[in-house]
Nanobody, 127 residues
């Protein structure tokens, strides 16, 4: 069992930046692939970014490539999502998720593969 708590969401103007964090507790953080997803009102949950257990492999959704950066600090049990050049269409609830894969060296982009989810943090980008 692992508990995930997101923080850092808020209101930002278009073109601005924001960093959201997700801190895990409960089990060995480095055994988990981590991902960020988002869901806007009336839309399906969307893959934003994923990172392998060591942090050496990352993947991004097409809509955020070149603007968002995922990273992790296994010593702090935390995964980050740095969001730059934000657009109004980035407005959503952002969720972090953990996928228990202790022997893996890849990233998972499918939400149904993730075992644990945080409660979400709202990011609102004004135009």
């Amino acid at each position: 069992q692992v508990q995930l708590v997101e923080s850092g969401g808020g209101l930002v103007q278009a073109g601005g930046s924001l960093r959201v964090s997700c801190t895990a507790s409960g089990r060995t953080f480095s055994n988990y692939i981590m991902g960020w997803f988002r869901q806007a009102p009336g839309k399906e949950r969307e893959f934003v970014a994923g990172i392998s257990r060591s942090g050496g492999i990352v993947s991004y959704g097409d809509s955020v490539k070149g603007r968002f950066t995922i990273s992790r600090d296994n010593a702090k049990n935390t995964v980050y999502l740095q969001m730059n050049s934000l657009r109004p269409e980035d407005t959503a609830v952002y969720y972090c998720a953990a996928d228990y894969r202790p022997l893996s060296a890849f990233v998972v982009a499918i939400s149904s593969e993730y075992d644990y989810w945080g409660q979400g943090t709202q990011v609102t980008v004004s135009s």
